[in-house]
């Protein structure tokens, strides 16, 4: 029911190739180019993920009562030895890795 009937050889051939190319890419994506994609943006996926990340735990451990916290890491020391400097490491890459494309 599912299967189509192409009478032009051509077409059928040209079908063909599309899906083993298609297969083709898949295997070379791998799990993480499935999940990330491929191209000129994968880096900025990727940075983008990690910088959710980084934002998502630190709002999570915030948002924490205070007697389910660490009293040697509270929230002064998250912030500033960590997801502020994750995430201006982040933007200085962003904005230099924008800036090598622009050729400037």
Do not use: C, H
Not at 3 to 21: F, H, R, T
Not at 55 to 71: F, G, N, Q, W
């Amino acid at each position: 029911m599912n299967k189509l009937e192409i009478q032009d050889p051509k077409v059928a051939s040209k079908i063909i190739a599309a899906n083993s190319e298609s297969e083709k890419r898949k295997a070379e994506l791998g799990f993480l180019g499935r999940f990330f994609g491929s191209g000129d943006n994968v880096r900025l996926y990727i940075v983008g993920t990690i910088a959710l990340v980084v934002l998502l735990i630190a709002l999570v451990y915030t948002l924490t009562p205070d007697k389910y916290r660490s009293p040697d890491f509270g929230l002064k020391e998250l912030w500033t030895l960590v997801v502020l400097p994750v995430e201006s490491t982040i933007i200085g890459y962003l904005i230099g890795s924008r800036s090598k494309e622009g050729g400037g």
